[in-house]
């Protein structure tokens, strides 16, 4: 299993930035997928997960209003769509493959700073 996520760096509060996840190694478009996320110090902290077909979408609180999660199972790609970031987003970005067995791929670093 691979997880390749892509898409990090510093940005502006307020500002967007989409993140991208390539994923091979297994049946991508029968997979949950989530989304995570480390601050500096802190542990790891789920972002949200997506359905297999992308129909269900479950958000944690932090990210409601302002991340959008979507796939293409065409392109066995996961996407995290960010908007309004604030300094508390900042973080390493890990996408993960939900269902068992889990992965986690290699992160990428997303800082919110002025």
């Known amino acids: 299993v691979q997880l390749q996520a892509s898409g990090g760096g510093l940005v502006q509060p307020g500002g967007s930035l989409r993140l991208s996840c390539v994923a091979s190694?297994?049946?991508?478009?029968?997979?949950?997928m989530d989304w995570a996320r480390q601050a500096p110090g802190e542990g790891l902290e789920r972002v949200g997960a997506?359905?297999?077909?992308?129909?269900?979408?479950n958000l944690e609180d932090s990210a409601k209003g302002r991340f959008t999660l979507s796939r293409d199972n065409d392109k066995n790609t996961l996407y995290l769509q960010m908007n309004n970031l604030k300094s508390d987003d900042t973080a390493v970005y890990y996408c993960?493959?939900?269902?068992?067995?889990?992965?986690r791929g290699q992160g990428t670093l997303v800082t919110v700073s002025s």
């Open positions: 993960r493959k939900a269902t068992l067995p889990r992965a």
């Open positions: 190694g297994f049946t991508f478009s029968t997979a949950w």
């Open positions: 997506i359905s297999p077909t992308g129909d269900i979408v």
